[in-house]
T-cell receptor, first 115, second 110 residues
């Protein structure tokens, strides 16, 4: 079955490098979320899309983080001038409807290591 | 300021016994609660949920209890099986935002 996929699964970047992380949600899912998960912690909300509209980006830690979902399906999370504190697993999730009352389906995550 | 807390980082239970995972929250605006299970190198998968208008929801071996006045919920797994060994995240939602707790690592010993 086609679940949520993310690429790359692993990314090593040098400090200062730009990275782009891709998420392919389940076809037809309206909502898409990005989370950052540090070691030993739960997923921390970054941003939320309903179709192509970014409705909430309050969790993005700085203006170096940017997310887009131009056609309401695939989404990209871009991190500019990466720093060591950006090292984490970045999880993407999608859901059929509104986040509040629908389960989210998660991808396997992209593990980003910034050296 | 953690809005969703899971105060036990880990829990060990004998196979066949009951596992009880606890979760506390601070925001009274949360009105929907979920439990997710996570295996290593995989994303979390949805397990069970409960609306704030209920105090119990059951699905097979899994039951979630909600005590709104105490802002507390718990997940009961009975009987526990070795395949239940994973990290369990409690999550709470309001206004389209879902907040996750830090997780509890459950080990079910055969």
């Amino acid at each position: 079955g086609a679940g949520v996929s993310q690429s790359p699964r692993y990314k090593v970047a040098k400090r200062g490098q730009d990275v782009a992380l891709r998420c392919d949600p389940i076809s037809g899912h309206v909502s898409l979320f990005w989370y950052q998960q540090a070691l030993g912690q739960g997923p921390e909300f970054l941003t939320y899309f309903q179709n192509e509209a970014q409705l909430d980006k309050s969790g993005l830690p700085s203006d170096r983080f940017f997310a887009e979902r131009p056609e309401g399906s695939v989404s990209t999370l871009k991190i500019q001038r990466t720093q060591q504190e950006d090292s984490a697993v970045y999880l993407c999730a999608s859901s059929r409807g509104l986040a509040q009352y629908n389960e989210q389906f998660f991808g396997p995550g992209t593990r980003l290591t910034v050296l | 300021d953690q809005q969703v807390k899971q105060n036990s980082p880990s829990l060990s239970v004998q196979e066949g016994r009951i596992s009880i995972l606890n979760c506390d929250y601070t925001n009274s605006m949360f009105d929907y609660f979920l439990w997710y299970k996570k295996y290593p190198a995989e994303g979390p998968t949805f397990l069970i949920s409960i609306s704030s208008i209920k105090d119990k929801n059951e699905d097979g071996r899994f039951t979630v209890f909600l005590n709104k006045s105490a802002k507390h919920l718990s997940l009961h797994i009975v009987p526990s099986q070795p395949g239940d060994s994973a990290v369990y995240f409690c999550a709470a939602s309001a206004y389209d935002k879902v907040i996750f707790g830090p997780g509890t690592s459950l080990s079910v010993i055969p």
